[in-house]
């Protein structure tokens, strides 16, 4: 059974910075794109930022310059380091592993809040 679970939310200053983990378990993933979305309260959720096997990344505009993922295949676990965090930042981040033919799988959040 494939779970995906994510860490390193919680409550941050604005200007501060925060690192998140996806550590994914029940199957290898280092051939899979893996990627950041990000839903905050009354708005669809957006893309963050994904990362593909090769390490080929893209990131939404929103977080370009400020945010950073990477991904570490030994231990089948994507990371999220965001710099430079505003109050927009807040929202739910959800770590998703692409399935080619789908479908992808999901975790299930962790909460991020920027607010001084």
């Known amino acids: 059974q494939v779970q995906l679970v994510e860490s390193g939310g919680g409550l941050v200053q604005p200007g501060g910075s925060a690192r998140l983990s996806c550590a994914a378990s029940?199957?290898?993933?280092?051939?899979?794109?893996m990627g950041w979305y990000r839903q905050a309260p009354g708005k669809q959720r957006e893309l963050v930022a994904l990362?593909?096997?090769?390490?080929?990344?893209d990131y939404g505009d929103s977080v370009k310059g400020r945010f950073t993922i990477s991904r570490d295949n030994a231990k089948n676990t994507v990371y999220l380091q965001m710099n430079s965090l505003k109050p927009e930042d807040t929202a739910v981040y959800y770590c998703?592993?692409?399935?080619?033919?789908?479908?992808?799988?999901w975790g299930q959040g962790t909460q991020v809040t920027v607010s001084s």
């Open positions: 990362i593909t096997a090769g390490g080929g990344t």
């Open positions: 998703k592993v692409v399935v080619p033919l789908g479908p992808d799988y």
């Open positions: 029940g199957r290898a993933f280092s051939s899979n794109v």
